[in-house]
């Protein structure tokens, strides 16, 4: 079937809750997808920020397939040995001491949510149940996370939103210091806001924070639902600020493209969810844990991190020197490893559509903001691509 027949089949059956563009992906090799009429593009997207070793990695590939043979699913009720062994591997590269999966990222704020308010209320009174997240910050569509989420855009005709969700400008701890009072329980933040546009906070930021947190005794939430696994050059995006939360979440790109989201804690704060707590019917389950272990194998054998740094610092320094040739368009390039903004003077819809019908896809996260997030297998070759095609564009407007 054409391109053209899936997407009249998809305005009659499928709900129009994404603004789609005119693409049907067939297929997928590294940093490139194949439509259904046979067309080739260069894949900056990643399914946003999702396919970290790129499309169909054999690896990861091959986990899903043997496992998808041996025992897709059996349920929470029994042990899981490649749920026990991704757990393991995620406690041995972060701060955590234990576990909960799940199957996307707003279900592990969820769960980081529930934790929080849990053991806050176990161990400080009742009345400890506030949660105090950024502005523009983006945790989910769930009821609680939509309430979390720091974005009028996505509460609009919902509420009654989740009650006790406090919001407070990012990068600002003076203003989060001024927020907290005696129901505050936990402070939840991006290390780095994605969908709010790519904006990096100051190192110092994050160590004020913590410190609020040990001194208030608050609990310290990372979302690295988008920049985790690899993203930024470090495992954890948080590892650049020198310090560590007390409970972080991950889903995004952590199984290499199954469905799949975690939240990792602390043994003190794990146990708070206690059996009948929490839970999740596929959560976990063998196949998807199965790619997890594989994308995080592949990430360590495969050199991701060393590699995700260098090509960062040669893609940011090039976008750098695109700001310097077009200074009325470019207004600034930020980002750390290849979580990467590019701040335009106007709004970025028509070059994400132009650079679409020329084989490129991009991203523009906000109005303004150009979102570079491609596979972090990229090399300087598909870079170089990449910068041709954005390069005409811009110089036709
Ligand atoms: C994508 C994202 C989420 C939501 O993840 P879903 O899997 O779509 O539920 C939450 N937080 C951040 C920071 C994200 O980027």
Same mark, same amino acid.
């Given at each position: 079937?054409?391109?053209?027949?899936?997407?009249?089949?998809?305005?009659?059956?499928?709900?129009?809750?994404?603004?789609?563009?005119?693409?049907?992906?067939?297929?997928?090799?590294?940093?490139?997808?194949? %439509?259904?009429?046979?067309?080739?593009?260069?894949?900056?997207?990643?399914?946003?920020?999702?396919?970290?070793?790129?499309?169909?990695?054999?690896?990861?590939?091959?986990?899903?397939?043997?496992?998808?043979?041996?025992?897709?699913?059996?349920?929470?009720?029994?042990?899981?040995?490649?749920?026990?062994?991704?757990?393991?591997?995620?406690?041995?590269?972060?701060?955590?001491?234990?576990?909960?999966?799940?199957?996307?990222?707003?279900?592990?704020?969820?769960?980081?949510?529930? $934790?929080?308010?849990?053991?806050?209320?176990?161990?400080?009174?009742?009345?400890?149940?506030?949660?105090?997240?950024?502005?523009?910050?983006?945790?989910?569509?769930?009821?609680?996370?939509?309430?979390?989420?720091?974005?009028?855009?996505?509460?609009?005709?919902?509420?009654?939103?989740?009650?006790?969700?406090?919001?407070?400008?990012?990068? %600002?701890?003076?203003? $989060?210091?001024?927020?907290?009072?005696?129901?505050?329980?936990?402070?939840? $933040?991006?290390?780095?806001?994605?969908?709010?546009?790519?904006?990096?906070? %100051?190192?110092?930021?994050?160590?004020?924070?913590?410190?609020?947190?040990?001194?208030?005794?608050?609990?310290?939430?990372?979302?690295?639902?988008?920049?985790?696994?690899?993203?930024?050059?470090?495992?954890?995006?948080?590892?650049?600020?020198?310090?560590?939360? %007390?409970?972080?979440?991950?889903?995004?790109?952590?199984?290499?493209?199954?469905?799949?989201?975690?939240?990792?804690?602390?043994?003190?704060?794990?146990?708070?969810?206690?059996?009948?707590?929490?839970?999740?019917?596929?959560?976990?389950?063998?196949?998807?844990?199965?790619?997890?272990?594989?994308?995080?194998?592949?990430?360590?054998?495969?050199?991701?991190?060393?590699?995700?740094?260098?090509?960062?610092?040669?893609?940011?320094?090039?976008?750098?020197?695109?700001?310097?040739?077009?200074?009325?368009?470019?207004?600034?390039?930020?980002?750390?490893?290849?979580?990467?903004?590019?701040?335009?003077?106007?709004?970025?819809?028509?070059?994400?559509?132009?650079?679409?019908?020329?084989?490129?896809?991009?991203?523009?996260?906000?109005?303004?903001?150009?979102?570079?997030?491609?596979?972090?297998?990229?090399?300087?070759?598909?870079?170089?691509?990449?910068?041709?095609?954005?390069?005409?564009?811009?110089?036709?407007?």
């Amino acid at each position: 079937m054409t391109s053209t027949a899936w997407i009249e089949k998809a305005d009659k059956y499928i709900m129009k809750t994404y603004g789609r563009y005119p693409l049907v992906p067939v297929k997928g090799e590294g940093c490139y997808l194949w %439509d259904a009429d046979g067309k080739k593009y260069l894949d900056f997207l990643a399914g946003v920020a999702v396919n970290n070793l790129g499309h169909c990695h054999p690896k990861v590939t091959a986990a899903l397939a043997s496992q998808a043979a041996e025992l897709i699913h059996c349920s929470n009720y029994y042990h899981i040995p490649q749920q026990i062994e991704l757990a393991e591997l995620l406690c041995g590269l972060s701060f955590a001491d234990k576990a909960f999966f799940c199957n996307s990222g707003a279900e592990a704020n969820e769960a980081a949510i529930k $934790l929080a308010r849990k053991y806050s209320r176990e161990n400080y009174g009742l009345d400890r149940y506030e949660i105090i997240t950024a502005i523009s910050s983006f945790h989910g569509r769930t009821m609680a996370t939509v309430s979390a989420t720091g974005q009028e855009k996505v509460q609009k005709f919902f509420d009654p939103l989740l009650h006790g969700f406090r919001h407070v400008p990012f990068n %600002d701890a003076k203003a $989060l210091r001024e927020a907290i009072g005696p129901c505050t329980c936990a402070i939840m $933040l991006e290390p780095i806001q994605g969908e709010g546009g790519v904006v990096v906070p %100051d190192a110092s930021y994050f160590q004020e924070v913590r410190q609020l947190c040990n001194e208030q005794n608050l609990i310290l939430i990372f979302d690295e639902v988008q920049v985790g696994m690899g993203r930024t050059g470090k495992m954890f995006a948080h590892e650049h600020f020198g310090i560590t939360p %007390d409970i972080m979440t991950l889903a995004k790109a952590l199984a290499g493209g199954a469905p799949i989201g975690t939240m990792l804690a602390t043994d003190k704060l794990a146990e708070a969810f206690t059996p009948g707590t929490h839970g999740s019917t596929f959560g976990g389950n063998p196949l998807v844990t199965a790619a997890g272990v594989a994308t995080i194998r592949a990430i360590m054998e495969e050199g991701i991190l060393n590699h995700t740094e260098e090509i960062g610092e040669y893609l940011m320094g090039e976008l750098e020197a695109l700001k310097h040739k077009f200074p009325g368009l470019i207004k600034e390039v930020r980002g750390i490893g290849l979580m990467i903004g590019v701040e335009l003077s106007i709004p970025g819809g028509d070059i994400v559509k132009t650079a679409l019908s020329r084989g490129l896809l991009l991203n523009c996260a906000q109005e303004k903001v150009l979102r570079f997030v491609p596979p972090l297998i990229v090399g300087k070759k598909e870079v170089d691509e990449m910068l041709a095609t954005f390069t005409g564009i811009l110089q036709e407007l």
